[in-house]
Every structure is written in structure tokens, then in C-alpha cells.
């Protein structure tokens, strides 16, 4: 198993430009997130999904969508970039039941840098 | 609502010596605990959680954490680092039946010769 994927790796935008940032799991796991790390900030939410073709928002979802047409894939759309979305992007999954626990595994990161 | 607090940004130590990473939590129903590492450049990975049961919990690599409900605390420690275990730990909460996870800010550990 590969775990979760996302690609790019590094990415650098202009203010105003749009991108799509990558995200697959392997595992089969029904919820998927997308966090942004800001230093000395923690990780925030952005959005997740419960299951294919279930979205919501998290913590700061402005500026992004997202969509969930499959288990595996869970892109992250910036449509218009500002200064304020450089951060280090991660997108994890998790398998929840009832009575399960919600054990995230995270994929490597992209670092985006918006100028 | 939930908060996660983690008391140090940055924790400084020589290698072999003891850690504690202190970590206090706020929520008004009984939750799921966790401390996740992540190594530079990497993504963030499980090094353990608290769920049930025994208040100890253990990871592989020699990490320990105690669930303390009373003082809402959910500290990591280890008897004797080593440089391999510089890196950035966050502590984590989930309410229990919930999936939302509220991640702290992360504590920096870097082990020194």
C-alpha cells in the first residue's frame, strides 16, 4: 500500500492564479481531510469528506472546494490564490465505524508558496 | 468545544537525558487522546492514543503518555531520548463519537549530542 499521495510536492503561484492540489488513499477509507499547517499554529481543518460525493467545510475553508467523486481521490481547488494560502497542505484519511477509532494517516505534504 | 494546548513550543534536551512534552486538553464529553510526530519533511504519523481503559499508553520506540482526566492532561514522555527523536509532536483530541480531530500548535523537540 502506498498510504495517501498527494501531489505536487512544492508548488509556487502567482496571486490570483488557480491549482489543484492532489490527494489518493489506497486504503479504502471512507473519511478524507484536507489540513494546512501554518508555523507555530498547528494543523487546521480546511474540509472533509464523510464517503464519495460528501463534502463539508472545517475550520477555514475560504478560498478552497473541494470534491469527493471517488473513495480514493479527494482534490483541494484554490481558485483565485492570495499570500494568505502559503502554507504546508496535508491531506489524511481515516476509516470510522461506529465504535471505531479515528486514527489519521497523512500524506507527505505539498508546500505551497503564493507571491 | 474542544481545545488542545501544548504548554511548550520549543523543548531543547540532550540526548539520553528525560522528556516531557505537556499537553492539556478542554472538552465536555469523554474523548479519544493522541500524539502524532512528524519528522522533517514528512507528514504527520500516529505515535500513539489514548481510547479506554489503562490511563498508560505506549508507542513502540519507547514513548509513553498518561491520560489524566482530572487535570485534562495527556503528557508525553521518555526516560532517554535520542537524536533520532528530534522532531515536531502535536497532541491531538477527537470527542468520542465524533471524527473531528482538533491537532495543538506542536511542540519542536530537538535532542543535542
Known amino acids: 500500500n502506498a498510504g495517501v499521495t498527494q501531489t505536487p510536492k512544492f508548488r509556487i503561484l502567482k496571486i490570483g492564479q488557480s491549482m489543484t492540489l492532489q490527494c489518493t488513499q489506497d486504503?479504502?477509507?471512507?473519511?478524507m481531510y484536507w489540513y494546512r499547517q501554518d508555523p507555530g499554529m498547528g494543523l487546521k481543518l480546511i474540509y472533509y469528506?464523510?464517503?464519495?460525493?460528501?463534502?463539508d467545510k472545517g475550520e477555514v475553508p475560504n478560498g478552497y472546494n473541494v470534491s469527493r467523486s471517488t473513495t480514493e481521490d479527494f482534490p483541494l481547488r484554490l481558485e483565485l490564490a492570495a499570500p494568505s494560502q502559503t502554507s504546508v497542505y496535508f491531506c489524511?484519511?481515516?476509516?470510522?465505524?461506529?465504535?471505531?477509532?479515528?486514527?489519521?494517516?497523512f500524506g507527505p505534504g505539498t508546500r505551497l508558496t503564493v507571491l | 468545544a474542544q481545545s488542545v494546548t501544548q504548554l511548550d513550543s520549543q523543548v531543547p534536551v540532550f540526548e539520553e537525558a528525560p522528556v516531557e512534552l505537556r499537553c492539556n486538553y478542554s472538552?465536555?464529553?469523554?474523548?479519544?487522546l493522541f500524539w502524532y510526530v512528524q519528522y522533517p519533511n514528512q507528514g504527520l504519523q500516529l505515535l500513539l492514543k489514548?481510547?479506554?481503559?489503562?490511563?498508560l499508553v505506549e508507542s513502540i520506540n519507547g514513548f509513553e503518555a498518561e491520560f489524566n482526566k482530572s487535570q485534562t492532561s495527556f503528557h508525553l514522555r521518555k526516560p532517554s531520548v535520542h537524536i533520532s527523536d528530534t522532531a515536531e509532536y502535536f497532541c491531538?483530541?477527537?470527542?468520542?463519537?465524533?471524527?473531528?480531530?482538533?491537532f495543538g500548535a506542536g511542540t519542536r523537540l530537538f535532542v543535542k549530542a
Open positions: 469528506s464523510v464517503g464519495a460525493g460528501i463534502t
Open positions: 489514548y481510547l479506554s481503559g489503562s490511563t
Open positions: 472538552s465536555s464529553v469523554s474523548v479519544y
Open positions: 489524511a484519511s481515516s476509516q470510522r465505524a461506529a465504535g471505531s477509532t479515528d486514527t489519521q494517516y
Open positions: 486504503m479504502n477509507h471512507n473519511y
Open positions: 491531538a483530541v477527537s470527542e468520542g463519537g465524533g471524527f473531528k480531530t482538533i
